[in-house]
C-alpha cells in the first residue's frame, strides 16, 4: 500500500476520494459543496490536507485535516476490507504530526460512533460535548477534544 499525500493539482486523485467518500453526502447536508468548495481550495493555501492510502488504483483510506486557527480531524474513512490492520491509527499519527497538536478535535456522527469509540479512546480523544441535530436533523454528532463552532448548524463541516 502506498500513502500518498494529495495536492490541489491531483485532480483525478481529488475525484477518486471524494468518490470513496460518496456515502457521507447521504450523513452530512452539504459534504458535496464542503468538499470541492472548503477542501480542495484548502489543499493549495496548506488549510486543508489530504491523505489516501492507496492499495494499487484502490482507495483504501482518507484522512481530511483542517490546519488553521482549528486543528481538525474532518475526514477518517478507512474501507471495510481494510480495517483492523492499523491505518487508522497511522492516521492518526499523520494527524497529530501535521496539526502539530496532540490533542486536535474531531466528530463523529451517532451513525458511526460505536465504530470509532474505541480507535478514540485508546488515542486520547476525550468527549467533549454531543450536538444534536448540528450537521443532520436528528443526528447527534459527538466532538472530542473541543467544542465546535455552533454558528454553523446545519451547513457544512468547520
Known sequence: ME?????????HSITAIYE??????????N??????????????SGERLIYAVMDNETV??????????????CTLRVAENYRNQGIATALLKIAFKELQCAKPIITVSSYHIDEFKSLL????FVLYKEY?????????????????NEAIAFKRCA
Do not use: H
Request: hydrophobic fraction near 40%.
Open 132 to 148: 444534536m441535530n448540528y450537521y443532520k436533523q436528528g443526528i447527534t454528532e459527538y466532538s472530542f477534544n473541543g467544542p465546535l
Open 20 to 29: 470513496f467518500l460518496i456515502g457521507l453526502c447521504g450523513e452530512y447536508n
Open 60 to 73: 483504501a483510506a482518507v484522512l481530511i485535516l483542517k490546519n488553521a486557527d482549528e486543528k481538525k480531524i
Open 3 to 11: 500513502w500518498v499525500r494529495i495536492s490541489a493539482v491531483d485532480r
Open 121 to 124: 479512546e485508546k488515542n486520547g
Open 31 to 44: 459534504f458535496r459543496e464542503w468538499y470541492y468548495e472548503k477542501v480542495v481550495p484548502g489543499l493549495a
